[in-house]
């Protein structure tokens, strides 16, 4: 899917669902106020970290993200993810151990940080 994600807001709405995990860390994935107004009463699993890039998100760009979000979601409903996954897709890895291993530590120190400040 390209674009945000408001032609799945009517059936993101409709589902009987405790939580919605969104890809985030790209730009494609539109401005978070579309979800947050209409599922902010949800938990959301957000996705901070692009697996298919090589470059190493920061704390502070993670940190950012969840900040956004916190206007619309409480920090106890809020679940930092990777977008999609560090999978392989037909013999060809998506991305490097040591590059998703630096990635997911970022995204843990961010979430340390982050729960320090909002506890």
Do not use: C, D, R, W
């Given at each position: 899917m390209t674009g945000d994600?408001?032609?799945?807001?009517?059936?993101?709405?409709?589902?009987n669902v405790n939580q919605f995990v969104l890809e985030y860390a790209t730009p494609r994935a539109g401005e978070i106020e579309i979800i947050g107004k209409a599922l902010g009463?949800?938990?959301?699993?957000?996705?901070?970290i692009n697996p298919r890039t090589d470059d190493v998100e920061s704390t502070e760009f993670i940190i950012?993200?969840?900040?956004k979000?916190?206007?619309?979601?409480?920090p106890e409903k809020i679940?930092?993810?990777t977008d999609c996954g560090f999978g392989c897709f037909a013999e060809r890895c998506v991305n490097d151990?040591?590059?998703a291993y630096r990635k997911i530590k970022q995204?843990?120190?961010a979430a340390k940080i982050l729960r320090e400040k909002y506890k």
């Open positions: 994600y408001l032609p799945l807001l009517p059936a993101f709405t409709q589902m009463n949800k938990e959301l699993g957000l996705g901070v950012s993200k969840v900040e979000v916190l206007e619309f979601y409480s679940f930092l993810n151990e040591e590059k995204m843990v120190i």
